[in-house]
């Protein structure tokens, strides 16, 4: 995805969302070119970013219920938590807290928890042995620069979906 192309995500901040399950969702603009490597019914996602000038800054994990085909692409639910890796490869837990506090309320299921902290054992494990999008194999694409690609366009319909 290139920088300055549209996504959705739910605003202001899944913190702030309804007991009953539903979002209010906002159209925001990519501040990163990324490229995101997913294998279908995964629990996460891993995004490599690359800022505007085309520096690698690099990657984060999304940890979500596994991906679901719509009209438009996939659909999934963020579970809040994620990790952050940097270039270097030290990482660290982003919003971790707020996992717990969504099923105190009832937001995410409890099992749908202990499947992400699952999940992210696994992912821990990958980054700190530098294995798959974390090893050197993949250097070729983290030096690659996605400048040149211009931002994408939401498609027509899409929030009718």
């Known amino acids: 995805m290139p920088e300055g192309s549209p996504y959705i995500r739910p605003g202001p901040a899944p ?3 309804k ?3 539903s979002w209010d969702v906002i159209e925001r603009a990519a501040d990163w ?8 019914g995964a629990w996460c996602s891993t995004w490599l970013m690359w800022d505007s ?11 979500h219920l596994p991906w679901r085909a719509s009209a438009l692409g996939y659909d999934t639910t963020s579970l809040a938590v994620d990790i952050v890796v940097g270039a270097g490869g030290d990482w660290a837990w ?3 807290e707020e996992l717990d506090d969504l099923v105190e309320r009832g937001v995410v299921a409890d099992t749908d928890r202990a499947m992400a902290l699952r999940e992210a054992e696994g992912a821990i494990d990958v980054i700190e042995n530098r ?6 194999e993949w ?6 620069s996605l400048r ?5 366009a939401m498609p027509a319909g899409w929030s009718e979906v």
């Open 15 to 17: 913190s702030t969302s």
């Open 19 to 21: 007991l009953d399950g």
């Open 33 to 40: 070119h990324t490229l995101i490597a997913h294998d279908l």
């Open 53 to 63: 000038s085309g520096v690698f800054g690099g990657w984060y994990v999304d940890f």
């Open 94 to 96: 982003k919003d971790r």
């Open 131 to 136: 294995r798959g999008v974390f090893s050197d």
């Open 139 to 144: 250097t070729w694409i983290r030096e690659t």
């Open 148 to 152: 040149s690609m211009a931002p994408l």
